[in-house]
Nanobody
């Protein structure tokens, strides 16, 4: 059973940057496809970024709305996945969740393991 814990959220001004972390325990994270999703108030949880497991060349995928601003990465030694967020926009405000599954996809239903989320709030 993989446990995921996110951190790194906070209040930041528009145009700023944050790096979110997702630390895993109970399993080796590079064996899984991993993803970041986000959920704003009164909105559905939406896909942000994903990375394949290590034997599929760790390919990355991004939602169109974040391409060029968000970067997903892994540190296998720390069993941690990161989401670097640059050029933050007010509409990026949401709770950000990391997730892991055997199969990488952009669908929440494909993910078996979820963290508790970390709040990102972007001010003008």
């Amino acid at each position: 059973q993989v446990q995921l814990v996110e951190s790194g959220g906070g209040l930041v001004q528009a145009g700023g940057s944050l790096r979110l972390s997702c630390a895993a325990s109970g399993g080796t994270l590079n064996s899984y496809g991993v993803a970041w999703f986000r959920q704003a108030p009164d909105k559905a949880r939406e896909f942000v970024a994903a990375m394949n497991n290590w034997w599929t060349a760790a390919l990355t995928y991004y939602a169109d709305s974040v391409k060029g601003r968000f970067t997903i990465s892994r540190d296998n030694g720390k069993n941690t996945v990161y989401l670097q967020i640059n050029s933050l926009q007010i509409e990026d405000s949401a709770v950000y969740y990391c997730a892991a599954a055997a199969k990488t996809s952009s669908y929440t239903g494909d993910y078996h393991y979820w963290g508790q989320g970390t709040q990102v709030t972007v001010s003008s």
